[in-house]
C-alpha cells in the first residue's frame, strides 16, 4: 500500500517537474552548481593522489633520504652543515636492518653535459651500483654502475631517457661519449623513463660512478653527500630512522640540546606530505561547497513553498475527492527529492566533465578520477538536502484544511 | 434505511465576539435514489449545509449518519475516506486539475483507492464514454468548453460509484443551452438509480428535482415533494 502510494506520487511529481520545466531547473541550479563543484575538485584532487601514490610507490616505499640539514640562523652565520663519507662508513659499519646503501654526490660546480654541439644542463650524480636498488631504477638499455666502476673510477655514464633526448643522443646512446666537466665520459646504460612527479622530470639525469665525481671534484674536505638506504624485509622504518639519528648524532658530537644537523626522510613521509594537502584542499573546498548545497537546498524549500501556495486548490480539489495526509505530502516530498536528485545527477555529470577539462587543460596533470564514495556521497547529500528542506513545504500542503484550500483563488 | 439521516445538526462560526449559527438545528433524511434541491437566498446557510454533507466539515454539535456510518468523531483521514468512498462533488467551478488531462482527471480519486493503473485507465474511460465524453479523453482542462469541462467533473464523480452525487452550483458557470444538457444528464443518472443532490440558487435548476428543501437563517424553512418538470 504504502509501496503503491509511493510510485503514485513520483509519478505525479514528474508531470508538475516537467510541468514546470525552466522552474524546476532554476530550482536545481543551486544543487548543480553544489554537487558539480564537489565533484570537480574531488575528481581532481583524487586523480592526483591517486598518481602520487603510484608514483611514490615506484620510487621505493621502504627507502630512507639523509641529508644535511642547516638551520636558517646558522646559514645567515655561514655555517653549512655536512654529510661526509665519514658518515657514510659509518652507517654502513653500524647501521641496523639496511638492505642497500648509496651516497649521492650532487654535481657542485657546473652540471653542463655536451655532445657533439649540444650543450645542456643535466642533474649529475655520483652514486654507486646500490642506487640501483634504492630509487628503483632500472636500465632500458646497456647496464647501470658496477662496483668495479667505483673501485676503478671509471669514466662511464648511466643517463635519463630526458637527458638523451636533450643531447639528440640516438635512440640507443649506449658506447657514445659526452663531455662532462672537461672530462669524457663513455654512456653504459640507458634508464627506464620513470615519468614526472608535479611537474619534476626524473628522467633528467646522469649517473657517474661516486668515486669519479669525487675525483671530478678534486678532494676538498667540504664534500655534502646524501645517502639513500633501502630497508631490509621486515626492517620498522622507525626503528632503523631510530638507530640512525641516535648513530648520527653522536658522530657530530651533537649535546642533548642541539638540534638533529641532518634530515631523515621515509618516501612515505614525502607521500604522507602529500596526502595531507590534498586532504586538506578536499575538506576546505568540501566545507565550502557544503555550504552552497545547504543554500541550494533553501531555494528548492523557498520554490516548493510558492509551489504549495500556487496548488493550494488542486491540493483542495485533491482533499475533496479523497486523498489522505500521506498522499498529499508524499507528492510534495518525493518532489522535492526527485528535483534535487535530478540536480545532483546533474551536477554529477557537469562536475566530472569540469575536472576532466582542468586535468587535461594542464600539461603534465594526472588525469581525474572519480571514487565512488563521491558519487554516493554526491547523491546521497543532495538527497538529503531535498528532503530536508521538502519536509516543510510538504507538511505544509498535507495540513491545509479542504474547504479553505477549495476556496482559494 | 436512509442512506442521509441528518439528526439536529448545528454548525455554529466565531466571528470575532459574535457566534453566527451558520446551522441551526436541521433534522433532515435522504433515502437512496431521491433527488434533492436545497434552495435558498445566499447566507442561508446552504454551502455549509453542502460542506457538512461532503463530509468536508464536521457539525458543531448533531449527529450525521451517512450510509449508516456515523462521521462524528472522525478524524482528518477517516474523513477523506469517506468522501473518496460514498460521496461524488461536482463543484460550479468544476475544481478540475489543471495539468491533467480528461482522463487523468476521472483516474485521480481511484489513486486513493489504490487502485492500479491499468484498471484504472479502464474505469476512467468508461465513466467519460458515460458523459459522452469518450472522444476527449486526452484533452486538457483549458481544451474543453465549459459544458465539457463539467461533464469530465461528473465522471470523475462517477467513477468512484458514490452512493451520493453532491453538485453545487453545477450550472452556475454555463450558460443556459449547456445548462439544460447537464441537467439532463442528471436525470438520466437519477433514473439510473442515482442519489443526487443540488445546491442551488436557480429555480429552475430546483425544478427538475423530486424534492426541494428550501433554507433560510440556517433552518430548514419549507421541504416538499413536488411533481418532476421535465424539459
Known amino acids: 500500500m504504502m509501496l503503491f502510494a509511493f510510485i503514485e506520487s513520483s509519478r505525479s511529481a514528474l508531470i508538475s517537474i516537467y510541468a514546470h520545466g525552466l522552474r524546476s531547473f532554476l530550482t536545481t541550479l543551486g544543487?548543480?552548481?553544489?554537487?558539480?563543484?564537489?565533484?570537480?575538485?574531488?575528481?581532481?584532487?583524487?586523480?592526483?593522489?591517486?598518481?602520487?601514490?603510484?608514483?611514490?610507490?615506484?620510487?621505493?616505499?621502504?627507502?630512507?633520504?639523509?641529508?644535511?640539514?642547516?638551520?636558517?640562523?646558522?646559514?645567515?652565520?655561514?655555517?653549512?652543515?655536512?654529510?661526509t663519507p665519514d658518515d657514510l662508513e659509518l652507517i654502513e659499519l653500524r647501521g641496523e636492518g639496511i638492505a642497500s646503501i648509496t651516497p649521492i654526490l650532487a654535481a657542485n660546480r657546473s652540471s653542463q653535459v655536451k655532445y657533439g654541439t649540444q650543450t645542456v644542463f643535466s642533474q649529475i650524480l655520483g652514486t654507486t651500483y646500490a642506487f640501483q636498488d634504492v630509487a628503483q631504477f632500472y636500465t632500458a638499455s646497456g647496464r647501470f654502475l658496477a662496483q668495479s666502476d667505483n673501485q676503478t673510477r671509471r669514466r662511464i655514464a648511466v643517463i635519463g631517457d630526458k637527458t638523451r633526448e636533450n643531447l639528440d643522443l640516438p635512440e640507443n646512446p649506449v658506447n657514445e661519449y659526452i663531455e662532462i666537466g672537461g672530462e669524457w665520459f663513455k654512456i653504459v646504460g640507458l634508464l627506464e623513463t620513470k615519468g614526472e612527479i608535479m611537474g619534476f622530470n626524473q628522467d633528467d639525469l646522469v649517473l657517474v660512478p661516486y668515486a669519479t665525481m669525487r675525483s671530478l671534484q678534486g678532494n676538498q674536505a667540504q664534500t655534502d653527500i646524501q645517502i639513500q638506504l633501502s630497508l631490509?624485509?621486515?626492517?620498522?622504518?622507525?626503528?632503523?630512522?631510530?638507530?640512525?639519528?641516535?648513530?648520527?648524532?653522536?658522530?657530530?658530537?651533537?649535546?642533548?640540546?642541539?638540534?638533529?644537523?641532518?634530515?631523515?626522510?621515509?618516501?612515505?613521509?614525502?607521500?604522507?606530505?602529500?596526502?595531507?594537502?590534498i586532504g586538506t584542499v578536499t575538506v576546505v573546498v568540501g566545507g565550502i561547497v557544503g555550504i552552497s548545497l545547504l543554500v541550494g537546498g533553501i531555494g528548492i524549500m523557498n520554490i516548493m513553498?510558492?509551489?504549495?501556495?500556487?496548488?493550494?486548490?488542486?491540493?483542495?480539489?485533491?482533499?475533496?475527492?479523497?486523498?489522505?495526509?500521506?498522499?498529499?505530502?508524499?507528492?510534495?516530498?518525493?518532489?522535492?527529492?526527485?528535483?534535487?536528485?535530478?540536480g545532483g545527477?546533474?551536477?554529477?555529470?557537469?562536475?566530472?566533465?569540469?575536472?576532466?577539462?582542468?586535468?587535461?587543460?594542464?600539461?603534465?596533470?594526472?588525469?581525474?578520477?572519480?571514487?565512488?564514495?563521491?558519487?554516493?556521497?554526491?547523491?546521497?547529500?543532495?538527497?538529503?538536502?531535498?528532503?530536508?528542506?521538502?519536509?516543510l513545504p510538504a507538511a505544509k500542503a498535507a495540513n491545509l484544511d479542504p474547504i479553505d484550500a477549495l476556496r482559494y483563488e | 434505511?436512509?442512506?442521509?439521516?441528518?439528526?439536529?445538526?448545528?454548525?455554529?462560526?466565531?466571528?470575532?465576539?459574535?457566534?453566527?449559527?451558520?446551522?441551526?438545528?436541521?433534522?433532515?433524511?435522504?433515502?437512496?435514489?431521491?433527488?434533492?434541491?436545497?434552495?435558498?437566498?445566499?447566507?442561508?446557510?446552504?454551502?455549509?449545509?453542502?460542506?457538512?454533507?461532503?463530509?468536508?466539515?464536521?457539525?458543531?454539535?448533531?449527529?450525521?449518519?451517512?450510509?449508516?456510518?456515523?462521521?462524528?468523531?472522525?478524524?482528518?483521514?477517516?474523513?477523506?475516506?469517506?468522501?473518496?468512498?460514498?460521496?461524488?462533488?461536482?463543484?460550479?467551478?468544476?475544481n478540475l486539475l489543471p495539468r491533467a488531462n480528461a482522463l487523468g482527471n476521472v483516474m485521480q480519486p481511484l489513486i486513493y483507492r489504490g487502485i492500479k493503473l491499468s484498471e484504472r485507465r479502464r474505469l476512467a474511460a468508461e465513466a467519460l464514454q458515460r458523459v459522452g465524453l469518450e472522444s476527449r479523453m486526452d484533452h486538457l482542462p483549458n481544451q474543453?468548453?465549459?459544458?465539457?469541462?463539467?461533464?469530465?467533473?461528473?465522471?470523475?464523480?462517477?467513477?468512484?460509484?458514490?452512493?451520493?452525487?453532491?453538485a453545487d452550483e453545477p450550472t452556475g458557470n454555463l450558460d443556459s443551452k449547456t445548462s439544460v444538457e447537464i441537467m439532463d444528464l442528471f436525470d438520466q443518472l437519477h433514473q439510473e438509480g442515482q442519489t443526487l443532490i443540488v445546491v442551488t440558487h436557480e429555480h429552475e435548476i430546483a425544478a427538475h428535482c423530486e424534492r426541494v428543501v428550501e433554507m433560510r437563517d440556517g433552518k430548514v424553512a419549507t421541504d416538499q415533494f413536488q411533481e418532476k418538470m421535465t424539459a
Open chain 1, 232 to 277: 631490509t624485509e621486515g626492517a620498522d622504518v622507525n626503528d632503523v630512522s631510530q638507530q640512525l639519528t641516535t648513530l648520527l648524532r653522536s658522530a657530530h658530537d651533537l649535546s642533548a640540546n642541539e638540534e638533529d644537523d641532518f634530515i631523515i626522510q621515509t618516501s612515505e613521509q614525502l607521500m604522507e606530505t602529500f596526502d595531507q594537502i
Open chain 2, 144 to 166: 474543453l468548453s465549459g459544458g465539457q469541462r463539467q461533464r469530465v467533473a461528473i465522471a470523475r464523480a462517477l467513477v468512484t460509484h458514490p452512493s451520493i452525487l453532491l
Open chain 1, 345 to 391: 545527477l546533474v551536477g554529477l555529470a557537469l562536475g566530472f566533465g569540469l575536472g576532466t577539462l582542468i586535468a587535461s587543460s594542464i600539461p603534465g596533470f594526472p588525469p581525474a578520477a572519480i571514487p565512488w564514495w563521491a558519487i554516493a556521497l554526491a547523491l546521497g547529500f543532495s538527497g538529503f538536502v531535498g528532503i530536508l528542506f521538502g519536509i
Open chain 2, 1 to 94: 434505511m436512509a442512506l442521509i439521516q441528518l439528526d439536529n445538526i448545528t454548525k455554529h462560526y466565531e466571528m470575532g465576539s459574535q457566534i453566527v449559527k451558520a446551522l441551526d438545528g436541521i433534522t433532515i433524511a435522504v433515502e437512496p435514489n431521491e433527488y434533492v434541491a436545497f434552495v435558498g437566498s445566499s447566507g442561508s446557510g446552504k454551502s455549509t449545509m453542502l460542506n457538512i454533507l461532503g463530509c468536508l466539515d464536521k457539525p458543531t454539535s448533531g449527529t450525521y449518519l451517512l450510509n449508516q456510518k456515523n462521521v462524528e468523531g472522525m478524524d482528518q483521514n477517516e474523513l477523506s475516506e469517506i468522501r473518496n468512498q460514498e460521496i461524488g462533488f461536482i463543484f460550479q467551478s468544476f
Open chain 1, 31 to 83: 544543487i548543480v552548481i553544489g554537487v558539480a563543484s564537489v565533484i570537480a575538485v574531488v575528481s581532481v584532487t583524487q586523480g592526483m593522489s591517486a598518481y602520487i601514490g603510484d608514483t611514490f610507490a615506484a620510487l621505493g616505499s621502504n627507502s630512507l633520504t639523509i641529508e644535511s640539514r642547516t638551520s636558517t640562523e646558522d646559514r645567515m652565520k655561514g655555517i653549512r652543515n655536512r654529510l
Open chain 1, 305 to 342: 513553498l510558492v509551489s504549495v501556495t500556487e496548488r493550494t486548490r488542486e491540493i483542495g480539489i485533491c482533499k475533496a475527492i479523497g486523498a489522505k495526509r500521506h498522499h498529499i505530502l508524499l507528492q510534495f516530498l518525493i518532489e522535492a527529492l526527485l528535483l534535487s536528485l535530478i
